[in-house]
């Protein structure tokens, strides 16, 4: 018999062997229980044909992959950047690759997309879901293992690593206000995200403790292009400082106020949130508050390696950000 002259298929190995496609599987895969004969049959008739079993097909078929996906709303951000770095580098370190995969800001396809790749590998990172608390609840049990960053479900049974975002607005606006600044603009986040609502009840705390306090509300989003947008309506409502959704937004809104010819901090302060690595390069630097991020990676692979292992993962950690104070921030122009 002369070796076949393309990749040959399951199928063919099967009908030469005179077997079933699912035998052929059970012996490449080492599951066969059968007679040793017709697996060394199988295994004769597979290497007369040069056949090559698919790696994808075969792990699936294991229930093992050796690989993760981490699930973002915008890998553009350099914040899930350098979690997607540390979760890859400490992944890598025990033999699992990551698959990353990018909803775009889109909650209504998010569902469909982390059911999707978890199809494709062993587990899921899920990062800043935009999806509500009821679908992430509904999908959980279908997912794990499953691990939690930027979002944390107390009716989920997944570990989970997040942010204190209402501390840290709290704070920062706490620096601002002792500067002297009264009346404030918020550079809105996403509607769907889970961080954007705690930034704001931080905001509706600190105008409980100052009733002098003035938030005005801008409709942004989390990208520069959306900060820039911004700008206008920022100079329109006479605010002495911005807090932006994150540093995206602010950079975003630095640039826009410096074309309509407005300085920062001489006429206006700006404020940023997650501490990327541009933020202390911006002109002026950017003040914002500082999240761990290669932290929160790090610490994820922690827990999916233990849920993979079958054993009980580290606890939920809050992490506390802190505020990195530069020179974007000034005493309000009198």
């Known amino acids: 018999m002369t070796r076949s002259s393309g990749a040959a298929t399951i199928t063919q190995v099967a009908k030469h062997a005179g077997v079933s496609p699912a035998t052929v599987s059970r012996v490449m895969n080492g599951r066969f229980a059968g007679e040793p004969e017709v697996a060394e049959r199988v295994r004769q008739s597979a290497a007369e044909l040069a056949y090559s079993p698919s790696h994808l097909a075969r792990s699936l078929a294991l229930g093992q992959t050796h690989a993760i996906a981490f699930v973002v709303p915008d890998l553009a951000n350099p914040a899930?950047?350098?979690?997607?770095?540390?979760?890859?580098?400490?992944?890598a370190k025990d033999g699992y690759r990551v698959l990353v995969a990018d909803s775009a800001e889109s909650p209504q396809d998010e569902p469909l997309l982390v059911a999707e790749v978890r199809g494709r590998c062993d587990a899921i990172v899920l990062c800043a879901p935009r999806m509500t608390d009821a679908e992430l609840v509904h999908l959980g049990a279908g997912l794990k293992p499953l691990v939690l960053i930027n979002r944390a479900n107390s009716r989920l049974d997944a570990p989970s690593l997040s942010i204190d975002y209402q501390s840290g607005i709290r704070n920062l606006v706490r620096h601002l206000y002792d500067l002297g600044h009264r009346h404030l603009v918020y550079l809105d986040g996403p509607p769907e995200s889970a961080s954007n609502r705690d930034r704001l009840a931080g905001l509706d705390e600190m105008q409980r403790l100052h009733p002098d306090l003035v938030v005005d509300r801008i409709p942004a989003g989390a990208s520069i292009e959306s900060g820039t947008a911004a700008a206008r309506a920022v100079t329109a409502s006479s605010a002495t400082a911005v807090v932006a959704y994150n540093d995206l937004v602010a950079i975003g809104a630095m640039n826009g106020l410096l074309e309509l010819g407005v300085r920062v901090p001489e006429d206006i302060s700006v404020t940023g949130f997650d501490d990327i690595p541009f933020a202390r390069y911006t002109t002026p630097p950017l003040t914002t508050v500082s999240v761990p991020h290669e932290e929160l990676g790090g610490q994820a692979w922690l827990r999916m390696r233990a849920l993979l292992a079958g054993e009980v993962p580290g606890?939920?950690?809050?992490?506390?950000?802190?505020v990195e104070q530069r020179r974007s921030t000034g005493e309000p122009r009198s």
Do not use: C, E, G, N
Request: no cysteine.
């Open 315 to 322: 606890h939920d950690v809050v992490f506390q950000p802190r």
């Open 80 to 91: 899930f950047q350098a979690m997607l770095s540390s979760l890859s580098k400490a992944a």
